[in-house]
């Protein structure tokens, strides 16, 4: 039996071709919800518009301090995995939820597949850089999604026979999704948008939006981008940064916010925008597999993929840097090749797995 462990709505979204596979096969398997990710639209939204079943366990820790939200999420699922007993779970990405899944199976001596396994920042500043290493570190099986990530892991001395190149689910979760997205909603319609004349923005990164003077800029590069190309701004505000920005003071002045959306409507918004600013690790990827530029609101990513191909580029904060880097984007052809695999990572993953 596999315990799949998922938290927040990235895993939820990249867990789904998962859980979709090993329900269409039979496999034998249980999802198992932390409840990191807890307000309906950063969570039970994706299980109800993915058609994907309720997870048997929903551990409800919601939010708190790393070392609480870890400790609690390491509590919970130490009891499920005594009595479920599996022979192997499976983690997804770097999050918290990541961490304690995979340190308190490994303690367990329940072997751990880590999906997304090799991404490096570089930079330990980063919560989720510190989940990275050390849920690679205690793996058993290392699902690295492209030759540049298995190579990060054979440097750091990791065992070759663990590590196995499958692409990234999320190529599987687009595939999956685009074509129920167009079908099923026009969500450009509904903000008044048409195609290719918007420019969509995300930010939640702790190091962008806890700090007032780098939330600041990024909110004044995105005034300079809307002047220059006359285009409105769609921010589907996360949780995270909606506190954040009530707390500053900040104004939005000029910005079109929206909630977060779901995943179909998140999906449209993004093939259709001229341009995404953001600074997530999963719209990254998601723009380059699409064909939309990217401009990412960091100094480093864990995706250097997307800067190979060109469909990305590192802006940082700064607001020219903002501008200048949107420019230049536009200028760029969009025909690069989508560097994340073919679509078929799940059952690759679940194969090995099984
Ligand atoms: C977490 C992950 C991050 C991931 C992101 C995906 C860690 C350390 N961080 O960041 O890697 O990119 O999820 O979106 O695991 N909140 C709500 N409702 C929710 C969830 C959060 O209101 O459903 C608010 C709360 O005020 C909370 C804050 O957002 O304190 C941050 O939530 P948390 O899960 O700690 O981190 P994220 O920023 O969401
Ligand atoms: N996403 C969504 N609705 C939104 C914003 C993002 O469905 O309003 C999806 C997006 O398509 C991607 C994932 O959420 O698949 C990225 O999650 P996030 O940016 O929160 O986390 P990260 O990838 O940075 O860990």
Redesign the pocket.
Known sequence: MIGIILG???EI??MSPIIRYCEKNNIDHFVLHTGQHYSY??DKI?FDMLNLPQPLYNLDVGSGTHAAQTGKIMEGIENILLEEKPEMIIVQ???NTVLAGSLTASKLNIKVGHVEAGLRSFDRTMP?EINRVVSDHIADYLFAPTEISKKQLLKENIDANKVFVTGNT?VD?VQQNLKIASKKTNVLDGFGLSPKNYVLV?S??AENVDSKNRLANILSGLKLVKEEFSVPIVF?I?PRTEKMIQKFGLSMEGINTI?????L???QL?ANAKIVL??????QE?TCILGVPCVTLRENTERPETLNVKSNVLAGVDSSEILRCTTEMLSRNSNWENPYGDGKAAEKIVSICT
Request: zero cysteines; glycine letters at 12%; hydrophobic letters at 25%.
């Open positions: 927040t709505r990235p979204i990249k639209e950063m994706f990405g770097d999050t989720e999320i979760a995300t939640h990164r589907p996360h909630k977060p959306q779901g995943f409507e998140f999906l993004e953001t600074d997530s690790g999963g719209i998601e």
